[in-house]
């Protein structure tokens, strides 16, 4: 499904991913961890379509297309999702206005019938008790006064309607207590199947109490330093990422 | 993001100048044959506008009145707008559609070519199409060609009809009214309009009467060098309540037109007045040519106590737009309000904003302003609180926020506070933002394409002052607002 090959990428002139390595066939989750300023966040947000990022050699292939040239909402359509490390607020517009518009022009883009108002909501009542949000926040403006955890419980809402292939969650484990922790390993649990792949981006080795990753690989100053299968979480956790070294060595 | 959001809207502005007309479906000319006077202005010409109208004698002599007291006037320059020199001597102060010569007695006398002009605006004039709620009038050039749902309104004692037809049937109400808010001395472009006014709108809501459906009026501009003078008179007696909505637009042409109307307001106690308009004048082109020059004093008078008068506006046509909807708050307890988005794109122009005049007791006002700039676009908000020294426990709130899509485009706030009690209470509030680059990111990254993204930011920006509009007028300034940000923005 994804294939990262040899990617090298700057921002501002500076190296952030220095030769990313990385296969994702559907079904797969994938875990990336690594200490801050590894390049992980730059990782997922590249893959999203974020602007201010120069790739200076290597590609990304995603469902056999040359996915650098796709433009944001493209790949949106393609079934990339991105769960943002810090969710935006948009004032004015109801976080179920942004929703329908989101879901109807994927729909749109990829040749199916648009939902209605009705149709819509129904199938928002249908997910929203498994993220734990209340109907209230669907009437609010998006992310506007929202708590740290209700922001990424969103996030996940979002998933479950998008329904896309590739979920790409930004640390979407910071910030959160144990039981949204909690609700959110479930959501992502309930939402695993043959057809969908995640790439997990984290800090920290929790998120993995919920969800079973089948690889995890550790990113250090732009380089994957390693990879290995869930028991590495546990070893991480332990030993911290010092004893992995930095770069190509590893 | 500055470059990619240019870069998209280099790309949307040069489509749109390919498909030529489609960022402003208002843009046709209707054909057809006018009674026109020559172009120039002195005492005679206001003497053949008023004998056309065959107008008694008080009128003219006010006509004059405000003639003589105009030319000793100097165009003000206070503003932000920069604009040519406009030669008031070229341009045509009467143009009617020959056929109305007389004004029609019903719809079915109204030229056909009227009613098609007016149904390709969105204005079906034919009552079976028409929504239940809503009457209109509709204004064309110097003249109100038709107005609708006049017997339904009758019934419960509303007037509703072209201002000149009021001036016929009911001299009596028009003399004591006219001039009483908005005075010809009050500024040059009232006087102006004073001098020269063809026709408009007037409604007058007896006592205690609820008007059972919403007026409008719809003002387009067809002939060409002709400006555009109407005058709106609404009185409202006591206890009675009445929504006005006002919706205009002009061909696209390449000539500056003028508009300068005068809109006036009377609340007796505990009558409410909620006045809407969707300004959508022909607004130029890309480039800044043509377009329509909006000067219009609108203002209203909370004459007894516990009124209450509310102005939304969503401006986004015209080149320039000079324009202060105002409330004076006479009678105590009496509220104003001012709601309203201001879009600025291409090289338009908007120096717009609201005096609250608070002079009885324990007024209240509220002002909230949500001015949009793009392009070259240029956004000032002009406000004006002002507590006399009578006005115990005055109260107003004071929001201006300004949103910038693009580098070349500017915004300003330009609010005054005049207190002259001690127990006032006055509060301003001010922000300027723009489309943050993560704002639309995620909105691109949920599936929404650049444009749709924007036009939903947006909206969402003016979400407060839409719903102030009724209903059906919310909808379409939701769709006005996409459009017209179309093209400009990406």
Known sequence: MLNINNLHAQVDDKDILKGINLNIAPGEVHVVMGPNGSGKSTLANLLAGRDGYTVSQGEVIYKGKDLLTIPTEERAWAGIFLAFQYPVEIPGVSNLQLLKAALNAKRRNNNLKELDAFEFLEMV?????????????????????????????????????????????????????????????????????????????????????????????????????????????????????????????? | ?????????????????????????????????????????????????????????????????????????????????????????????????????????????????????????????????????????????????????????????????????????????????????????????????????????????????????????????????????????????????????????????????????????????????????????????????????????????CRGARSKISWTQVETGSAITWKYPSVILRGDNSTGSFHSVAVTRNFQQADTGTKMIHLGRNTSSTILSKGISAGHGHNAYRGLVRVAGKADGARNHTQCDSLLIGSQCRAHTYPYIEVKNPTAQVEHEATTSKISEDQLFYCRQRGLDPEDAISMIVNGFCQDVFQELPMEFAVEAHKLLSLSLEGSVG
């Open chain 2, 1 to 301: 993001m500055e470059l990619a959001l240019w870069e998209i809207i280099m790309k949307k502005t040069t489509l749109i100048e390919e498909l030529g007309v489609a960022d402003y479906p208002q843009g046709f000319v209707t054909d057809i044959a006018a009674d026109t006077i020559p172009p120039g202005l002195d005492e005679n010409i206001i003497r053949t506008i008023s004998s056309k109208k065959n107008e008694p004698d008080f009128l003219l002599s006010w006509r004059l009145a405000a003639f003589r007291h105009w030319q000793t006037l100097q165009e003000p320059s206070w503003s932000s707008v920069r604009y040519p020199a406009i030669d008031y001597q070229s341009l045509v102060y009467y143009s009617a559609p020959k056929s109305n010569k007389k004004g029609p007695a019903s719809l079915d006398e109204v030229d056909p070519e009227l009613l098609r002009a007016y149904e390709k605006l969105g204005v079906p004039l034919e009552e079976q199409k028409l929504l239940s709620g809503v009457a209109v009038d509709a204004v064309f050039d110097s003249v109100s060609v038709a107005t609708t749902m006049r017997d339904q309104l009758a019934q419960h004692g509303v007037i509703f009809c072209p201002f000149s037809e009021a001036v016929a049937k009911y001299p009596e109400l028009v003399e004591k009214y006219l001039g009483s808010v908005v005075p010809y001395r009050d500024n040059y472009f009232a006087a102006l309009n004073a001098s020269v006014f063809s026709d408009g709108s007037f409604c007058y809501v007896p006592k205690g009467v609820h008007c059972p459906m919403e007026l409008s009026t719809y003002f387009r501009i067809n002939a060409a060098n002709t400006g555009q003078f109407e005058r709106t008179l609404i009185i409202a007696e006591a206890g009675s309540s009445v929504s006005y909505l006002e919706g205009c637009s002009a061909p696209r042409r390449d000539e500056n037109q003028l508009h300068a109307a005068v809109v006036e307001l009377v609340a007796m106690e505990d009558a409410q007045i909620k006045y809407s308009t969707v300004q959508n004048w022909y607004p130029g082109d890309s480039q800044g040519k043509g377009g329509i020059y909006n000067f219009v004093t609108k203002r209203g008078e």
């Open chain 1, 125 to 250: 009542r249908s997910k929203i008790d498994s993220v734990g949000m209340s109907e209230e926040l669907l009437q609010r403006a998006v992310n506007v006064g929202f708590s740290g955890g209700e922001k990424k419980r969103n996030e996940i809402l979002q998933m479950t309607i998008l329904e896309p292939d590739l979920v790409i969650l930004d640390e979407t484990d910071s910030g959160l207590d144990i039981d949204a922790l909690r609700i959110v390993g479930r959501s992502i649990e309930a939402m695993r199947d043959s057809q969908r792949a995640f790439l997990i981006v984290t800090h920290y080795q929790r998120m993995l109490d919920s969800i079973k990753p089948d690889y995890i690989h550790v990113l250090s100053d732009g380089y994957i330093v390693k990879t290995g299968g869930s028991e590495l979480a546990l070893e991480l956790e332990e030993r911290g990422y010092s004893w992995l070294g930095k770069g190509e060595a590893a």
